[in-house]
């Protein structure tokens, strides 16, 4: 712990003298959730919607057609019970949810208004406006199409019911993402330079001959950069919260506890960088390369159901993927721990890869 605490005090001295990247460090987030924040919109189709029909009849079939051909509504699965529709809103695996009573089709041979509810993950506002105004035109047109219903009947009692985002904010959507975003370009931005800023100066020579172990080093030269990153976090979080008056649902506790897992991930990934690279700007270009992939492919601007499958399966490697869904699942959503295990646990393993990865390889170039 000594030796650990030695290049953990020689790394917080590098960081105190230049204050100038100090200040940056600290400004440049909240600088770019404001810009990021008031800038970006997007928009998109095919959402993946559950069903739980349970009529089961001609016409209820015949409505669901009507959703699954449109572009606007992707039908993953149906489901048997309410609970399913609700967990699937809950975990992401939806974005909408059609709910088709026992009595739809006789209401309608009845000539009685027949009910039909859609519910909506409004965490995203640009998504749920989509599906939003997309089903009501659908059940418009199911209603005059005559060749679907014989009969003379009365229109359909339609109720569409926004979740998590009533008021479809698009701040409430992105900004919780721009946490994950802004710790993605910036912790491995800065840790990238750590152990290749030695080899430019020339003292990865004095390391070689001092009584350091390589896992020694590592851990000293990430502790300081953690604190750099909660720093980091804590503002943008603080920001959003009181500037953005954006509500954090769930456990602020749970929340900065895998803000801190997906921050050590990103710690190692500028880590494991500096160890291939030979200079900064090398390590710079590195680090960049996994960036293009978070914005585009981790459900940052397109939501990961609405790509194709070979896609879809490279955004499992990326990060940022799973740490979206936890913090939006936390703060949109109130989700705890356990309903976010799935997501939990690749970030955990992510984060071990990537460290012990760093350490062997640093200890190779050592050798």
């Not at 001959?209 to 020694?216: A, G, L, N, S």
């Not at 309903?339 to 984060?351: I, S, T, Y």
């Amino acid at each position: 712990m000594r030796s650990i605490w030695a290049i953990t005090y020689k790394e917080f001295i590098h960081i105190a003298r230049d204050r100038r990247t100090l200040v940056l460090l600290i400004l440049m987030p909240m600088m770019q959730l404001m810009i990021y924040g008031y800038g970006i919109n997007t928009d998109v189709k095919h959402l993946p919607t559950y069903v739980y029909d349970q009529d089961r009849s001609y016409l209820s079939r015949r409505l669901i057609n009507a959703f699954t051909q449109s572009d606007y509504f992707t039908v993953k699965a149906q489901v048997t019970s309410l609970s399913q529709a609700y967990s699937a809103l809950d975990r992401g695996f939806a974005q909408s949810a059609l709910v088709i009573p026992p009595d739809f089709s006789a209401n309608l041979i009845k000539k009685k208004t027949a009910q039909v509810q859609l519910l909506i993950d409004g965490t995203d506002s640009t998504p749920a406006n989509v599906a939003l105004d997309a089903s009501q035109a659908i059940v418009n047109a199911f209603m005059q199409n005559e060749r679907l219903i014989p009969v003379q009947v009365f229109p359909i009692d339609f109720r569409p019911r926004l979740w998590y985002n009533p008021d479809l904010k698009s701040t409430y959507f992105m900004l919780p993402g721009l946490i994950g975003l802004v710790l993605q370009f910036l912790v491995p931005m800065i840790t990238a330079s750590a152990i290749v800023r030695e080899k430019e100066r020339g003292n990865i020579e004095q390391l070689l001959v001092t009584p350091i172990k390589p896992y020694e080093l590592i851990l000293g030269k990430i502790i300081p950069y953690i604190a750099i990153g909660v720093i980091i976090a804590t503002s943008i979080i603080t920001t959003m919260h009181y500037l953005f008056v954006v509500p954090i649902k769930g456990s602020i506790v749970t929340l900065f506890f895998l803000t801190l897992v997906y921050l050590i991930v990103c710690l190692g990934i500028g880590l494991w960088a500096s160890t291939v690279a030979d200079n900064q700007q090398q390590a710079s270009q590195i680090v960049m390369f996994f960036a293009m992939p978070s914005i585009l492919l981790s459900g940052f601007i397109f939501p990961t159901g609405s790509m194709p499958v070979w896609v879809r399966d490279i955004s499992y490697f990326i990060p940022m993927t799973y740490f979206l869904k936890i913090v939006r699942g936390i703060i949109l959503k109130g989700m705890g721990f356990f309903d976010l295990v799935d997501q939990v646990w690749p970030l955990l393993l992510m984060a071990f890869l990537v460290i012990v990865f760093s350490i062997r390889r640093f200890s190779k170039r050592m050798a």
